[in-house]
Structure formats: C-alpha cells, structure tokens
C-alpha cells in the first residue's frame, strides 16, 4: 500500500464504530497520509508495516508510523498488525474511533504536534515500553479503551516541561509495568473517570502533582 489519501477500505459495519471485520489491508510500504480534513474509515482491515521500510516494530527509535494524521483527519476502524512499526503520528487536532493495535510496535500512537487528540474505541496490547507518547503540549482523550501488558499506558516525552491534559474515561488499562500516566512535567494534568485497572506496577500516576491528579468512579480488580 502506499500513500493512499482518503477513504481507505469500505468493509462492512459503517457507521457506529466498535467493530471490525475481516480482511487485510495488506503490507504497508510508505506511511499512510491522512491529509487535513480528510477521514480513512479502515473498515476494520488488518494492516501491517513492512520492516524493511518503516521498521520491525521492535525498541528501535526512528521507525515510521504506518498512519500520519494531518490537523483535522480522522482515522476509523483500523487494525495494527504486527510488525507496527512507530504505529500512528498524530500533528494537531485529530480523532481517531475504533483503533486495534494487536502487537504494540516501538510505541502505538505518538502526539507529534500540538493539538486536542481524540481516542474513542479500540484495544493494544504487548509493548515493551509506551502504549501512547505525547512529545508536544496536547489535550488527549482515551475512552473506551483496553490497553493490557506495556510499560506504561501514556507517556509525556521524558525531561520535558510542556502542558500535557489527559482524559482517561471508560477504559480498561492492566499489566502496566510502571504507571498509568508518567510526566516530568509540573504542569500536566490527569482526570481518570469510570476506568478498571489492575496490576499497575509503580504508581497510577508517575510525576504529577497532586494537585493536577482528579480521579472519579475507578475501580481496581
Ligand atoms: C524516546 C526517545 C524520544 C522519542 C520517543 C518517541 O522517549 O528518547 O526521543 O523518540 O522515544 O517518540 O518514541
Ligand atoms: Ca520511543
Ligand atoms: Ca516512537
């Protein structure tokens, strides 16, 4: 696959999100471009990174994502096989709905640009280290999302001072070696709601102030 804009596949299901349907979207070859303003519904297909050209999904930094999603795009119904290679590079506001990482590559999901992220549906599992990382001063919202066996579930980029607020609704986050949410910055936020979690290893919360820690309706199992 290469460079494909809009549209993506059309398998079944449509609107409504939370399910997919077999299928492959084949080997990816160059990173999927999501212009500004345009939306790629997946129809739920499998699509996995050539290694060769964006990477093998292991810790190696400098992989390329197999999805780049421009300010304003939106991205539905997409399987991440494995090898994911850097997963999805997000630059602005950006929504994302019904999202399967199957095997974590480097990391899943990276805010490269500033912008409010929006993540509604959809499950990873198996990283070694991230499931999300957040290198620029971003609003970020997960809901109804499983994310099972990584390092930790969010990380702000370590040694940066950048606002980071994260919302955390509806999701069920386990086996995170660390924590939840991991920052070194004084002035990120964290707002968890109406989420299970279990085997967290450290702390639900690495580095935020107490202050910017708002908790409500979350259940540990
Ligand atoms: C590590 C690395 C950063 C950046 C990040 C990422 O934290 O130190 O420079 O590459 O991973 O975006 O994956
Ligand atoms: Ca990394
Ligand atoms: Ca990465």
Redesign the pocket.
Known sequence: MGGGGSGGGSGGGDSGGGTTTPGSGGVVNATILVKAGETFDGGGKRFIANKDTLGDGSQG?GQKPVFKLEDGAKLRNVVLGAPAA?GIHTYGNVTLENIVWEDIG??AL?IKKSGTVVLNGGSAKNGDDKVF?I?AASTFRVSNFKAENAGKFIRQ??GTDFKVDVFIDRCDISKMKESIFRTDSSSSSVTMTNTRYRDIGKELFMGVSSSKITTSNNTQY
Do not use: Y
Request: aromatic share 0%; glycine share 12%.
């Open positions: 930094e850097d480097e990391d990276t990382q290198n980029n370590g």
